[in-house]
DNA sequence: CCATGTCCATCAGCATACCTGATGGATATG
DNA sequence: CATATCCATCAGGTATGCTGATGGACATGG
């Protein structure tokens, strides 16, 4: 009959025998909790069935009820229960409301130069509580596989046809632009395509990036590009370009606009451009902090999109 | 809709929650845990309801379910807490065996000398878990006190008719004997009593015990010992007998029988012995270690009892 | 493309648990 | 000795949790 444990009691009946322990009085702790004292009455008589002895002495009449030795041990792991309780609750709030659990984010060098600190520059201070982790690789397999195997919660994408089993919000165009020295090219917002054989050009080694761009370009007419230098890093491509080294076909996104030192030019006719997306496993639930972060970067995509039409010749 | 919160919850659905997320499956849960996998889902479905969200999601078909981020937050939590209550369950059954917890026993000089000793050598070894305290005091009152006021679970005491509130098991009597150096008195067991006041004596100061034997004196006829020295330890008491100083009458538990330096000789007629009892709290629940120790009390003392008359001459 | 198997969700029904309101017994107080 | 203040208990209605059966969603094999 003593089988039974604590496995079986009810926290209601640990919040009597905690709240009978400070009023010193079942009808007083029932009136405090909203019970009737027949209630109150039951829960410890209940818990004390489970327990195997009683946990309170009721010296009858007006005196007060007095907490046993074993009441005295159960009421101290009851504190602590409870505690533990009122900590997970908060917790579990905070979590709700975005600002506990961690989040963990991969992305690849390009969507890392603009795209990703405005989303971060937004998303962190309404959500100072949640453990932002940005992981960032050159292997867009190697994000995808972190997604997949549950390392990242979201990442980052070059929206393509093999991501089988996520989910991806497609959040803008990234058009390929030509990086020039400044006054080597014609001047205008855009250089036809098949003046591209004709420029000493810098390019990047066999990333899945470039190869979509070889395959593009060879699909317009161009191929046998004169690439004198490549490298994955981009800084260091815009850097040669600056020093005069040759011309770079880049995503804009990829780009510092800012840099005063070189001219960015479209491309007439356009290369197709790399949709940027932001991914996550199919048919998971998300956290809050995870959803707001898509939503920032949902609304940040769009102003990016907005912005980079404006630069867009109509024709 | 979301002001429920945790308290509410139910270890069972922690630990339903535990076992679906380790078998990744609530038909096997079900069947690890003894329920169908109707209580189950049931049960994970309540719990869900109660946080508001998920805490699996179920791709459908033969896939395993999944944890979401919420319900590994919640798992985490009910982890800790099931720890929790296993460690307060073990706990629980440790005190109910008298393995775990404290006991404090007040205790005076006579019974610290043969009466304690043997109690406690035969309770230590039964209950290695109990954190046993014993606390000597001169003071009689003080260790009533003690027990009044909590201070003490258990007490000895000399019993007397002002114990109200307490419960008193009686042990023994304490005779007192006459404690005299070799060959100063006459030969056999017993002393008449008003050979007394030819002797030279030594005393306790103005101790109750010492108020109660100048009263039963008093009431014997007896009165004005030649007191030439006072003490309050026995141990003192003892060897200044043992020194020839005096005799002195002295409750025969705390004399040290063993010593050959002293004779012990019965009054003629008794003086009204001492009786030593153990005192609790009356109306009290008592813990199962302090309960085993009133036991053994119980047995030491009768044992004492028994010796004690096997010494004690028939008239 | 359809049949099959494996999951989980849902429903009805029964047993149990829990709360309320009323009553009774035990204990101090005037 | 009467009264007041406690808590325990009882009867009754409601809610909750379980079982057993059924249905729908998804993957697999013919």
Chains 1, 2 share one sequence.
């Not at 009810?10 to 079942?26: G, N, P, T």
């Not at 009851?78 to 709700?96: I, K, M, P, S």
């Not at 990086?179 to 004709?198: F, H, T, Y």
């Not at 260091?236 to 770079?248: E, F, S």
Request: proline letters at 6%.
């Amino acid at each position: 009959m003593d089988m039974a444990s604590l496995q079986d009691v009810d926290f209601r009946q640990l919040i009597a025998l905690r709240e009978v322990a400070r009023e010193r009085s079942f009808g007083r702790a029932a009136q405090a909790l909203g019970y009737t004292q027949s209630a109150v009455s039951q829960q410890i008589a209940s818990l004390e069935r489970l327990l195997g002895g009683p946990v309170f002495d009721r010296p009858g009449g007006p005196k007060p009820v007095e907490l046993t030795p074993l009441g005295t041990l159960v009421l101290g792991h009851a504190d602590t229960l409870l505690g533990q309780v009122a900590a997970a609750d908060a917790e579990l709030r905070a979590f709700a409301r975005g600002q506990h659990g961690s989040l963990s984010v991969g992305t690849f060098q390009s969507v890392s130069v603009q795209l990703l600190p405005q989303i971060v520059s937004r998303f962190r201070p309404l959500h100072s509580g949640i453990d932002l982790r940005l992981q960032e690789s050159d292997d867009l397999d190697e994000l995808v596989d972190g997604l997949r195997e549950g390392r990242h919660d979201l990442s980052f994408v070059v929206v393509t046809d093999d991501l089988d089993g996520l989910e991806v919000l497609e959040l803008f165009d990234d058009p390929f632009v030509l990086v020039s020295p400044p006054g080597e090219v014609s001047e205008g917002d855009s250089v036809q395509l098949d003046q591209l054989a004709e420029l000493t050009m810098i390019g990047e080694f066999d990333t899945p990036c470039q190869r979509q761009l070889d395959a593009d370009l060879r699909r317009a007419g161009v191929s046998d590009l004169n690439v004198v230098f490549r490298s994955t890093d981009n800084g260091a491509i815009q850097a040669m370009v600056r020093a005069g080294v040759g011309h770079a076909l880049m995503p804009a996104l990829a780009v510092d606009a800012d840099d005063p030192a070189v001219r960015l030019q479209r491309m007439d006719p356009q290369l197709p451009p790399r949709t940027i997306g932001l991914a996550w496993r199919a048919q998971r639930s998300m956290s809050p902090a995870a959803a707001e972060f898509v939503d920032i970067a949902r609304q940040v995509g769009l102003a990016m999109q907005e912005r980079q039409g404006q630069l867009e010749p109509a024709g």
